[in-house]
């Protein structure tokens, strides 16, 4: 059986309580963050979380964990490619 080319190396999860603590999983890359918006790339495309007062209190490519808090607003998705190179990749060639 042929594997597709869109399955999932890692389980793909988003956990928002309350509105103030996120942790999501399946995150490959960071592309930007500010204290306004976080863009993240993961398994099911690029992540874009919006709010005010962000601030990511850990993010781990390899096990593919984020957490953030702060006050969250909004959470989208878009198709962009998770193979563009982003922040993490950027600072650590």
Known sequence: MAQTEHAQTAPHNVILEGRHILTVSGVQDIDRYDEQSVVAFTELGELTIKGENLHIN?????TGDLSLEGEIWEM???????????LLSRLFR
């Open 76 to 86: 989208s998705y878009s198709e962009g490619s998770a193979k563009k190179a982003g």
């Open 58 to 62: 850990k993010i781990d490519v390899q």
